[in-house]
Nanobody
Framework: QVQLVESGGGLVQTGGSLRLSCAASGSILSANAMAWYRQAPGKGREFVARITRSGGRNYSDSVKGRVTISRDNAKNTVYLQMNSLKPEDTANYYC?????????WGQGTQVTVSS
């Protein structure tokens, strides 16, 4: 059973930056991909960014150019660097691991962007 623990969320002003971290309980080397999703109050879960085992990255249009996903295999950690934050980025951010046919999720970390 893989456990994912997110951290780094908080309250930030419009235009500010945050770096989210997702620490896995085991190696992330075997994961097909690691991703970040978010869910705002009253809305469904939304894809934010993904990094594959080979290092390929893709982003949602809503964050492209403002967000960078990266991974540190030695630390079994995935990061989400978020810049130029907007109030509409306010959400609970979740880390996801795709491992073979399984998906694992963390508990989330809250990001609140004040206007």
């Amino acid at each position: 059973q893989v456990q994912l623990v997110e951290s780094g969320g908080g309250l930030v002003q419009t235009g500010g930056s945050l770096r989210l971290s997702c620490a896995a309980s085991g190696s992330i080397l075997s994961a097909n991909a690691m991703a970040w999703y978010r869910q705002a109050p009253g809305k469904g879960r939304e894809f934010v960014a993904r990094i594959t085992r080979s290092g390929g990255r893709n982003y949602s249009d809503s964050v492209k150019g403002r967000v960078t996903i990266s991974r540190d295999n030695a630390k079994n950690t995935v990061y989400l660097q978020m810049n130029s934050l907007k109030p509409e980025d306010t959400a609970n951010y979740y880390c996801q691991m795709s491992l073979y046919s399984l998906e694992y999720w963390g508990q989330g970390t809250q990001v609140t962007v004040s206007s």
